[in-house]
């Protein structure tokens, strides 16, 4: 399958507290296989356009100003980092 390109507003349906953040800024939580295989289809479907965009990653600072913890879309993020994604859009908390 095709790398997914790095265009956001494909993917994301932004909201007025969405920022957009490094990768390596972001703490996911731990990988589960069958939630990062329906991320990836729902991105792709996005991608495609026959699927609503989602809202940006949901996150908490780590009280250093910069780095995040995933509350949720960490499958999201899994398959941003497959794509080679510099940054991705997220909701601090």
Partial sequence: ??????????????????????????????????????????????????????GPLTVKSRGDGKTYDIMKGSSTYEVAKENSWPSILVEPE
């Fill in 1 to 54: 399958m095709a790398k997914l390109p790095h265009d956001l507003d494909l993917f994301f349906a932004r909201t007025e507290g969405a920022i957009e953040v490094s990768l390596s800024d972001l703490f996911p939580m731990p990988p589960l296989p069958d939630k990062i295989s329906k991320a990836r289809q729902n991105m792709n479907l996005a991608y495609e356009g026959l699927k609503n965009k989602r």
